[in-house]
Each structure stands twice: as structure tokens, then as C-alpha cells.
Nanobody
Framework: QVQLVESGGGLVQAGGSLRLSCAAS????????MGWFRQAPGKEREFVGC???????VYADSVKGRATISRDNAKNTVYLQMNSLQSEDTAVYYC??????????????????WGQGTQVTVSS
């Protein structure tokens, strides 16, 4: 069965960086776009960005210039590097499998499997 397992979250000071990882299994990883979302307390889940099977990337305006998504198809892993973290980046971060190879839309409905999430807390 499809499994997505995030790791790398934690407590970081404002201005710091984190790299989140998402290990995928149960499907042909290289054939699908992968996305990152986040959900802050009391807020709706928010699209962070995605990477297509071909390596194309799309980012939300809120993280553009501070986030980099990459993938290692040999390791079935997608990464989210976040720099210059601010308190508003505090959230549970989720990776998700897109239903398409080149899906770049931000709607949650375009993703059919989700990880359990990893907490990122930015202290000011």
C-alpha cells in the first residue's frame, strides 16, 4: 500500500533553516508529481509547493524564494528545504502524492495520498 513518511521537523529559531524529507513507498515514485502542504493551528491546510515527475517546480507565493523542493527518485524521497524561517511558518507539514505525473495544481483534491505530517515550530 502507499505510504508517505515525513521527517525532519523540529524547533528552529527565526531565520534558521530546516530540510524536511518524505519517504515514499507502495507506488512508482518517479511517475508522479509530489506536493508539500502545511497546516497551522486554527487555519486551513495550505499548499506550499510541488515538484513534477520531470522536476518542474511550483511554489506558493508565501514561500517563494525561501523554499526549495527536490526529489531523489533512486531513494523514493522528496525534500522541502525551508530557509529564513519565520514564526508564520510554524505548522504541521505534509507531503502528498499527486494523481498525475505533471500535476502542478494546488488543490488538495489533486492529491490522493498523504503522510502523517511533521511539526515545524519556529521560535522568535
Amino acid at each position: 500500500q502507499v505510504q508517505l513518511v515525513e521527517s525532519g521537523g523540529g524547533l528552529v529559531q527565526a531565520g534558521g533553516s530546516l530540510r524536511l524529507s518524505c519517504a515514499a513507498s507502495g507506488f512508482t515514485f518517479s511517475r508522479y508529481a509530489m506536493g508539500w502542504f502545511r497546516q497551522a493551528p486554527g487555519k486551513e491546510r495550505e499548499f506550499v509547493g510541488c515538484i513534477t515527475s520531470g522536476g518542474g517546480k511550483v511554489y506558493a507565493d508565501s514561500v517563494k524564494g525561501r523554499a526549495t523542493i527536490s526529489r531523489d527518485n533512486a531513494k523514493n524521497t522528496v525534500y522541502l528545504q525551508m530557509n529564513s524561517l519565520q514564526s508564520e511558518d510554524t505548522a504541521v507539514y505534509y507531503c502528498a502524492k499527486n494523481i498525475r505525473a505533471y500535476g502542478v495544481r494546488s488543490e488538495a483534491g489533486e492529491y490522493d495520498y498523504w503522510g502523517q505530517g511533521t511539526q515545524v515550530t519556529v521560535s522568535s
